[in-house]
């Protein structure tokens, strides 16, 4: 993010951080320092005592940015998560912030998705979503030109743009250990080899 913006990293750009630990724990830090490990469960229950440090982190950004861009974390969609919510609409509704919802066309059935997100989000929630993004799309855009109409019409909500699938972001330090699955062979002919372990539970990797 810090790179994308051309400014120095900052810890308020991720006031909530959560280090994998096991497939049901993770290291809870806050604003750059640890909280505390919890199980997944637990953790659920603790959110909403942590959005008061998240809305901090957002008006410290927010009073030396003239654009701050949010993104969310999972999926809007997972309203079974809703109650406790500090980094979707829970956030969105906080803060007042207008909310532009992106589907990936890449993973398949992305009609379904914003149309099922809307579906489910409760009224409130909905209302705050200004228009959404079909991202990584391949091809003649126009092909889905009759797609981007009907998610507007089912859902009443501003088709912003069709965003075409753009490889280089490959290139992009990973954001989890999802990331590493199809991690790279070394060159046959390459003088020096680092080697980094791909543990089951890994955060940060690509500092190294």
């Keep these: 993010q810090a790179r994308a913006a051309g400014i120095p990293l900052s810890v308020h750009m991720n006031p909530v951080l959560l280090k994998p630990q096991s497939e049901t724990g993770a290291q809870v830090v806050v604003q750059g320092k640890i909280l505390c490990n ?9 959110k909403a005592g942590l959005m008061p440090k998240v809305m901090e982190s957002f008006h410290h950004l927010k009073a030396r940015a003239d654009l701050v861009l949010i993104e969310g ?31 990936d066309i890449d993973r398949g059935g992305v009609i379904a998705s914003l149309v099922g997100t809307k579906a489910v989000l409760e009224a409130n929630d909905a209302r705050m979503i200004e228009g959404f993004i ?16 009907i998610i507007a019409d089912k859902t009443g909500w501003q088709p912003i743009g069709l965003l075409p699938h753009f490889p280089e972001a490959s290139r992009l330090p990973a954001e989890d250990a999802l990331g590493l699955a199809g991690a790279t062979q070394p060159k046959p002919h390459a003088k020096t080899r680092l080697a980094v372990l791909i543990l089951p539970h890994i955060s940060n990797f690509d500092d190294l």
């Design 134 to 149: 079909v991202n990584r799309f391949r091809g003649d855009p126009s092909l889905f030109d009759q797609g981007m109409q």
């Design 73 to 103: 974390a999972g999926s809007a969609s997972e309203v079974n998560l809703r109650q406790n919510d500090i980094a979707n609409m829970g956030f969105a509704r906080a803060a007042d912030t207008p909310v532009i919802l992106i589907g």
């Design 38 to 46: 919890a199980r997944a469960a637990d953790y659920q229950q603790m």
